[in-house]
């Protein structure tokens, strides 16, 4: 019993020397990860909400395409089972038009 604790013992100073070796090289590795969330990631994710406002601001305008009704597009082969059965559930009356054009 004695020669298996000895073991035990042995073991965990082992490991404890192993994990003081590998302590500084995580904390490394921490502060890496944590200057390029600051420096590479959070100004990425800024300039891309930048690009999508200016990209939004110049190419929006309040009119809607022309309806054209072709025969393959909006078929309801049967009714949703909300509403009126006839508006998606999702349904926008400016921007979606329903299978005869839009409602206003």
């Given amino acids: 019993m004695a020669g298996w604790m000895r073991?035990?013992?042995?073991?965990s100073r082992k490991y404890s020397s192993a994990a003081s070796d590998t302590h500084a090289s995580s904390e490394q590795t921490?502060?890496?990860?944590?200057?390029l969330s600051y420096f590479v990631g959070f100004p990425a994710i800024g300039l891309?909400?930048?690009?999508?406002?200016?990209?939004?601001q110049a190419h929006?305008?309040?009119?809607?395409?022309?309806?054209?009704a072709y025969d393959h597009m909006r078929i309801r082969s049967k009714k949703f089972p909300w509403g009126d059965g006839n508006h998606s559930l999702f349904h926008n009356p400016k921007t979606n038009p329903l299978p005869e054009g839009y409602e206003e």
């Avoid at 073991?7 to 073991?11: A, D, K, L, N």
């Avoid at 891309?48 to 939004?56: I, K, P, R």
């Fill in 60 to 68: 929006h305008h309040d009119e809607r395409p022309e309806f054209i």
């Fill in 30 to 35: 921490q502060l890496l990860w944590k200057r």
């Fill in 48 to 56: 891309a909400m930048v690009n999508c406002y200016l990209n939004h």
């Fill in 7 to 11: 073991v035990g013992r042995s073991f």
